[in-house]
């Protein structure tokens, strides 16, 4: 068994290829990237888990904004994990607040319920909370499998004392997935400072449409969000030569 873990988003069913055939041990499948990620349609799902052998871990998020959900938004978050569960997906992410900034326990322990045997991740809804520490026993306490975290910062390197920290406290009870800002560039350096094992990135890159003919008039580029295919790759071998050696 490996040491470590490299999960990538996947905005579009190209992504999901792509993050397989680079070396990602699992996917976090959204819809609406300028929205932080939202829960992808039915049938994105479906041919994601058709397509591809890895986790697939879709994001149960009915909107963007913040974690404050009504209770119609609650019902179709309920409604969207019955799906994944469906699909025979192999986790979910999720993540709901109070308006105090605490965990929604019991509207968070509903969803897990209904999850099953699916693992859980609490996504970053817990970078809004009021108190990192408690949450994370609260979170533990729920019986999720991993957090994640750029530590209540915008970036993760922005945050390293609070990541180690979060780190020390969870032990072997949970994972600290570090996201945000997660790259080639500093992934060794995000796990020689804080002793994160399992790491999160968008490896995202800009493709511009195919289309032959364009109506200039619209003044519009309608390019989209992919996967980088070589710096997952990229990421993927400092983790190996890096954990090789630790």
Known sequence: MKNYELEVIAFDIE??????????????????????????????IAEARKSTDIQLFPIIRPRGGDFLYNDLEFNIMCKDIQQCVELKCDGVVIGILDKNGNVDVARCAKLIEIAGDLDVTFHRAFDRVNNAEVSLEVIIDLGCKRILTSGGFPKAVESIPTLKNLVEKAGDRLKIMVGSGVSSENIIDLAVQTGVTTFHSS?????GSKMDFKNIAMNEELSYYSIDANEVKKMKNKLENHFQLH
């Open 15 to 44: 992504s999901c290829l792509l993050a397989e055939q680079s070396g990602a041990d699992r996917i976090e499948l959204c819809a609406n990237p300028m929205e932080g990620g939202t829960t992808p349609s039915w049938g994105m």
């Open 203 to 207: 490896a995202r890159r800009l493709v």
